[in-house]
């Protein structure tokens, strides 16, 4: 690798990374248009933190964004493999499912809307 590896670089510069977050910003609905680490990180801890499900979608698919990059770059560094972005992405989304899955949820509009996006049901509370 030429370019100096560091957080803007790895998750936001690189080829790789954009195509990954842009998927997953599409399917979780984060709707920021930052182009830094620390713009995005801020704008996921200000806004809808909380426990409602948009915000948990938002925070788990980040988080499994961070992870799979990561994991990515290191088994290209180390292993010399390397997976495509669809491939990448495909099992990001599963990871995300099998959470959201766990879960349990209160029944409302937005649930509905995430068990659609997400084609899956969530356990709902009683």
Same mark, same amino acid.
């Given at each position: ?8 670089? *790895? ?8 195509? +990954?977050? $842009? #998927?997953?910003?599409?399917r ?12 995005? /990180? ?13 915000? !948990? /979608? $938002? ?6 964004? !961070? ?16 997976r495509?972005? =669809?491939? !990448? +992405?495909n099992?990001?989304?599963? =990871? /995300?499912?099998?959470? *959201?899955?766990s879960?349990? !949820? ?7 809307e +995430? ?7 969530? #356990? $709902?509370?009683?």
């Amino acid at each position: 690798m030429n370019e100096a590896e560091d957080l803007e670089h *790895l998750f936001f510069k690189c080829e790789f990374s954009e195509g +990954v977050w $842009k #998927r997953i910003k599409d399917r979780a609905r984060i709707n920021n248009t930052h182009v830094s680490w620390d713009d995005t /990180v801020k704008d996921l801890i200000e806004t809808n933190n909380g426990n409602n499900i948009g915000s !948990v /979608v $938002k925070r788990l698919c980040f988080a499994a964004s !961070v992870y799979s990059i990561w994991r990515e770059r290191n088994c290209r560094t180390f292993r010399d493999t390397k997976r495509e972005v =669809t491939d !990448v +992405v495909n099992t990001m989304f599963e =990871t /995300v499912k099998m959470k *959201l899955l766990s879960l349990t !949820v209160k029944n409302s509009i937005a649930v509905r809307e +995430v068990e659609s996006d997400w084609a899956i049901v969530c #356990r $709902k509370s009683k």
